[in-house]
Antibody, heavy 121, light 108 residues
Framework: EVQLLGSGGGLVQPGGSLRLSCVAS????????MSWVRQAPGKGLEWVSG????????YYADSVKGRFTISRDGPKNTIHLQMNSLNTDDTAIYYC??????????????WGQGILVTVSS | ENVLTQSPGTLSLSPGERATLSCRAS???????LAWYQHQPGQAPRLLIY???TRATDIPDRFSGSGSGTDFTLTINRLEPEDFALYYC?????????FGGGTKVEIK
């Protein structure tokens, strides 16, 4: 059974940093790209960032480029999202999602349960 | 970026009725690279359809997708109580991938 277990959310002040993690199980981790998708309060889904199955390629939405860094730890079946220079617009539930393919950002066939990130003073 | 516009914003229907959801892209999608997701409050989104018309694993056949180019449709036949939720379309034909604003299917 595919499982994606996220952690690391919380309350942070504007300008602060936070690191999200997502541990995957139930599938061959290197065979799938992974992404983070978020949903701000009262808004729809927004793709944030992705990483290829090998970790060699990373992808970012313009809204987070230069502030967020995605990475993956193959032996630990884990991806991370380092979020710096956070602002109130980054307040959202963040979902870890498995891509159906090894590279690129395409279709997300499994999702984690969501991690709440609140940016507020 | 390819902007997806979903309509209507809210669909009020009764169990057993048919729901027809629309998704229009600002640019034509290559190879019908369009997916649909169901999102229940407090739960993880669930992939329903990819490639515009292919049902994902374990998705009941009352869900069907159609369309090409810029106009796509998700049809839910004979609505079940668990089908009342938010639905999003998503394109993956061009970078960055984008989601539509969503359609809420609510109980009338």
């Amino acid at each position: 059974e595919v499982q994606l277990l996220g952690s690391g959310g919380g309350l942070v002040q504007p300008g602060g940093s936070l690191r999200l993690s997502c541990v995957a199980s139930g599938f061959t981790f290197s065979s799938h790209a992974m992404s983070w998708v978020r949903q701000a309060p009262g808004k729809g889904l927004e793709w944030v960032s992705g990483v290829s199955g090998t970790g060699g390629s990373t992808y970012y939405a313009d809204s987070v480029k230069g502030r967020f860094t995605i990475s993956r730890d193959g032996p630990k079946n884990t991806i991370h999202l380092q979020m710096n220079s956070l602002n109130t617009d980054d307040t959202a539930i963040y979902y870890c999602a498995r891509d159906s393919r090894r590279t690129g950002t395409t279709v997300f066939d499994y999702w984690g349960q969501g991690i709440l990130v609140t940016v507020s003073s | 970026e390819n902007v997806l516009t979903q309509s209507p914003g809210t669909l009020s229907l009764s169990p057993g009725e048919r729901a027809t959801l629309s998704c229009r892209a600002s640019q034509s999608l290559s190879s019908s690279y369009l997916a649909w997701y169901q999102h229940q409050p407090g739960q993880a989104p669930r992939l329903l359809i990819y490639g515009a018309s292919t049902r994902a694993t374990d998705i009941p056949d009352r869900f069907s997708g159609s369309g090409s180019g810029t106009d796509f449709t998700l049809t839910i036949n004979r609505l079940e109580p668990e089908d009342f939720a938010l639905y999003y379309c998503q394109q993956y034909g061009s970078s960055p991938l984008t989601f539509g604003g969503g359609t809420k299917v609510e109980i009338k």
